[in-house]
């Protein structure tokens, strides 16, 4: 295995013993991945980022194990729980194999080499991600608390997955570390020459994984994509927070006659278009149209209603607007704002895709939110479909739940 060119930080050999309320122990029983700070009852000595923590239970037989994170508030992240077990590189290798397996449909694909092969708490590895990228992998750290094992994830990684090259992206929260690791930095291998081009469904798509949002692509709307593809065929379609233009260039497989892509971010409208070259003419159909657009999409959709320009299909997909419970109720109005804007350029009988990916507006909320907006512009939704979340990435606790999408027409 390739040794990191870093020296990682060291985890104690005495492992922290600690008790939780009730409350914490029934969530844990219950599969829940988090100790928060004040589930804590008992603790036998201070830790070190990484440590391993184990939790006992009110007769103090074990309970589980996590990696502690001082830092946090979410104090212990659960990797292991109701029967003991030895944490060490061939725990974590059996983890991912089991992660990988559970993908064994995306994993055997001779169409898809671009998708997440690990989900964090929803895998049994809390605040990790790494997804696939052809021959790129990328793992993405969301606590402090994954850098001692840093190693093991790489060797298990790069020994099941015989990757060209591994990166490591890493939250807002921990860029800032004293360990000499950073964002997009390249774990083992080369940078590439030219952008990395993956596939998805038989699509071509590039992606920046050193630089892109975050691993580069937003894989979790992969089957979602391809529900638009099946309802595009001769549509005028805007797809509006387009990134790099997934949905776009499904829509044009799919006999979409115009796209417009129409995204804030410069880089990703130009990458936008250079995907739809990727699919030109073998994939695509050579009589779609595609536009892009560069500009904020709330302003630039009021003004496309200005000039009375009109659109078939409809697809809002915005990023998370509630990252806090405080946040919530500006979500479920900027949802609103959305769809009202949105049916403001959507023909009569054309489709309507919105989706969300903030978890905490939970589906009920965010569906509830697209129909009083529909209600309050005197129109009304004929739903044709609410999905949820890919295969690779499964939901396995309440929390982790945050991609809803509705599909629906309005006359």
């Known amino acids: 295995m390739k040794k990191l060119k870093i020296d990682l930080p060291k985890i104690s050999k005495k492992r922290i013993a600690l008790r939780v309320t009730a409350a914490a122990e029934r969530a844990i029983r219950s599969g829940h991945p988090w100790i928060f700070e004040n ?7 201070q830790g070190k980022s990484g440590d391993l923590a184990v939790i006992f239970d009110k007769k103090r037989h074990f309970l589980a194990i996590g990696l502690y994170d001082p830092d946090s508030m979410i104090r212990v992240r659960i990797i292991h729980a109701l029967k003991p077990a030895t944490v060490d590189k061939h725990f974590f290798a059996e983890k991912l194999n089991t992660a990988h397996q559970r993908r064994a449909p995306l994993r055997d694909s001779a169409h898809t080499n671009g998708y997440r092969i690990l989900h964090g708490e929803n895998d049994g590895m809390p605040g990790l991600v790494i997804d696939r990228y052809a021959e790129t992998l990328v793992i993405k750290l969301y606590t402090a608390a994954w850098f001692p094992h840093l190693q093991d994830i790489v060797d298990a990684t790069e020994k099941d997955f015989s990757a060209k090259r591994i990166v490591l992206r890493l939250s807002d929260r921990v860029k800032e570390n004293p360990h000499k690791l950073y964002d997009g930095m390249l774990l083992f291998g080369e940078k590439p020459e030219s952008p990395i081009i993956f596939k998805e469904n038989g699509l071509n ?11 580069g692509f937003f894989l979790d709307q992969r089957e979602n994509r391809a529900r638009v593809e099946k309802l595009a065929k001769g549509k005028r379609v805007l797809n509006a927070f387009s990134y790099t233009g997934g949905f776009s260039v499904y829509a044009a497989r799919g006999g979409a006659k115009e796209v ?11 990458v936008a278009k250079r995907n739809f070259g990727l699919n030109q003419p073998a994939s695509i159909a050579e009589s779609c149209i595609h536009e892009s657009v560069t500009g904020d999409a709330f302003d630039a959709m009021s003004k496309m209603k200005k000039e009375g320009r009109l659109f078939d299909m409809v697809i809002i997909d915005p990023p998370s607007f509630a990252h806090k419970k405080s946040q919530r109720d500006g979500a479920i109005n900027a949802y609103k704002k959305l769809t009202r804007i949105g049916l403001g350029i959507l023909a009569p009988n054309g489709i309507l895709v919105q989706a969300s990916c903030s978890s905490r507006v939970d589906s009920d909320l965010f569906f509830n939110a697209i129909n009083i907006a529909t209600q ?13 979340h890919a295969l690779d990435h499964p939901i396995d606790f309440h929390e982790g739940e945050y991609l809803k999408c509705l599909f629906a027409t309005v006359p």
Request: glycine letters at 4%; aromatic letters at 2%.
């Open 39 to 45: 589930a804590i009852v008992h603790q036998s000595h």
């Open 205 to 215: 798509f590039e992606v920046d994984p050193l630089r892109g949002q975050k691993t």
């Open 376 to 388: 309050q512009v005197g129109r009304r939704l004929k739903e044709i479909e609410r999905s949820s």
């Open 260 to 270: 417009v892509s129409l995204d804030a971010s410069k880089v990703a409208t130009e």
